[in-house]
């Protein structure tokens, strides 16, 4: 049986020196198999508040709308607090991912908005407000911005929006 080739520690380390230099290090820890693709958000939230995934076109563009924005160097964010009229039964904290193709091709996107979920479920999980809608829209600096700031961004814009909560 024949083993697998040995690759040179030369294109090992350019492998790696590029993964570094797209911003890669300063992710979360990728917890693998099958279950971590599909869960959007920590199941387990503190104060019991669901958190539902914005997926429709027409909820983007009214939150844009109607909403307001902040924009870090890490991030923008788009908040809009719904009112009991337009709950119906949807309770809770709704969560919307954009990055567009300005940022890079469709593999950079996918990094940055996994970026995004990860501070997102990091933050808006235990401190964002029941009953509102959040759009998270990735920037280039997405990428390149480390994860403890890219998280302090998140937590900057909420406070800015006030839809922070403490």
Known sequence: MASAPAWPRSVAAGFLQTVVEKGVSGCPPNLGGRASRFRVMPTVQSKSVP????????DFI???????KWATPGLVL??????????KSLDG??????VTKKVGNAVIRNRAR??????????????????TDYVLIGRVGTLKR?????????KTAMQKLNAYRA
């Open 51 to 58: 958190i539902i995934r914005l997926k429709r076109r027409s």
């Open 62 to 68: 009214i939150l844009a709308r109607r909403g307001q």
């Open 78 to 87: 788009q908040s809009r607090q719904r009112n009991d009229a337009e709950t």
């Open 93 to 98: 904290i709704r969560v919307g991912f954009t």
């Open 114 to 131: 996994r970026r995004l979920k990860a501070a997102a479920g990091e933050v808006i999980a235990t401190h964002g407000q029941n009953l």
């Open 146 to 154: 480390p994860y403890a700031l890219l998280v302090s961004d998140l």
